[in-house]
């Protein structure tokens, strides 16, 4: 029995992760995290009666029968540090995230991670320090990310790597209303049911931006060699172009516990009660650069080692925030991320601290320049 630390508990990962868990008998859930919405950790103690403590990081003094509470903005490293055996899940939302993920590879633990602010931010920090921890190692939880560890296999034919994206809820949307799409048109998204945020970056396509630049830190690949393939029902999730002229292809369900039950499984395949999936239709499409300008923006700038990445991110995150409020209008995030990166100077990030720092002046700046929008 390998003992569990899920970090990021009560979001959609972590809920996920809680019903696969069900299926498995080789671990011991010993710790969760949440940030504050520590409502259904009882739920969870009834679950799994290996529970032994939680970390919330708002601090309030909760005491919650049965479990061991730390609280504070550090709690989930220190939940980290106080089981340093185990197998680490940071389903953590957003850049706090980042430091768990440093935390784990710094005790050489298996690290599921399905955070991924963790590599799109800190990749070279995490990169780093995975070579100090050669024990330490990463398996993805992200449905493209998971597919392209299965056709990593054959690495030594792989010419190109390809992952999918739906294009989101308004892939089909009139282009020139496009910049006044509503909240409740974002969020209709086709084919997965996600959080708020990572819907609407779907339909900015910044998540896949992201998820391009996650694949090439865990794959050492140059984002050069990854494309984005639109795909209208994703069920195939990634693909890999090899030397002679052939692709292979990951098909499965839009269904996350496949990807979470193949890292708990130390990425390997096993049966998985599910229903059975019709794949008689499939469509693809290139995608239209015009709808999604945020998406060749961030590949653009992206620079390993500097903060841009913690500007962009931040910026979105301010500005998808502001829009789920009815405080901007849809188009204006792009304008909010494209305006703060001209504004925030670049910097190498050599630390965590770096990263923290320049994430907050960027968040500020954002939040000027949604004043001056709502101002003009
Ligand atoms: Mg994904």
Redesign the pocket.
């Known amino acids: 029995m390998t003992d569990l630390v899920l970090l990021g508990f009560s979001g959609s990962i972590g809920r996920q992760t809680l019903d696969v868990l069900k299926e498995f008998d080789d671990y011991k859930l010993k710790a969760i995290s949440c940030n504050s919405d520590f409502a259904k950790a009882e739920e969870v103690k009834k679950a799994f009666p290996s529970l032994e403590t939680i970390a919330i990081a708002s601090t309030s003094g909760t005491k919650i029968a049965g479990l061991e509470v730390l609280e504070g903005e550090d709690a989930g490293v220190r939940l980290i540090r106080k089981y340093p055996k185990a197998v680490v899940i940071n389903a953590v939302v957003g850049l706090a995230g980042l430091a768990l993920t440093l935390e784990a590879i710094r005790h050489d633990c298996l690290l599921l991670l399905a955070n991924k602010e963790s590599l799109v931010i800190g990749g070279h920090l995490v990169k780093n320090l995975l070579k100090e921890h050669k024990k330490a190692r990463i398996i993805p939880i ?3 990310h998971s597919a392209l560890l299965k056709l990593h296999k054959h690495e030594d034919e792989i010419l190109k790597y390809i992952i999918t994206c739906s294009g989101g809820a308004l892939r089909d949307y009139d282009l020139s209303k496009l910049d006044d799409a509503t909240l409740e048109d974002v969020l209709n998204h086709p084919t997965w049911s996600m959080g708020k945020r990572i819907t609407i970056d779907c339909a900015t396509m910044v ?1 896949k931006a992201f ?1 391009v630049i996650e694949a090439s830190y865990l794959f050492d690949i140059p984002l050069s060699n990854i494309e984005v393939l639109m795909h209208d029902e994703s069920l195939i999730h990634g693909l890999v172009y090899l030397k002679d002229n052939s692709y292979l292809a990951e098909i499965g369900p839009s269904d996350m516990r496949i990807p979470i039950a193949y890292a708990l499984n130390k990425a390997i395949r096993k049966e998985l009660p599910l229903e059975p999936l019709d794949i008689a239709d499939l469509h693809f499409r290139r995608y239209n650069e015009r709808r999604y300008p945020l998406f060749k923006f961030i590949i653009d700038n992206f620079e390993d080692g500097s903060s841009n990445m913690a500007v962009i991110n931040a910026a979105d995150e301010v500005a998808v925030e502001a829009f789920i409020r009815g405080h901007i209008k849809f188009g204006d995030i792009k304008t909010i991320i494209t305006m703060t990166f001209k504004r925030v100077r670049g910097v190498l990030v050599e630390n965590l601290d770096d990263i923290l720092a320049i994430s907050r002046i960027a968040k500020e700046e954002a939040r000027i320049i949604i004043n001056e929008l709502k101002g003009s």
Do not use: L, Y
């Open positions: 992200d449905s493209e998540n998820e």
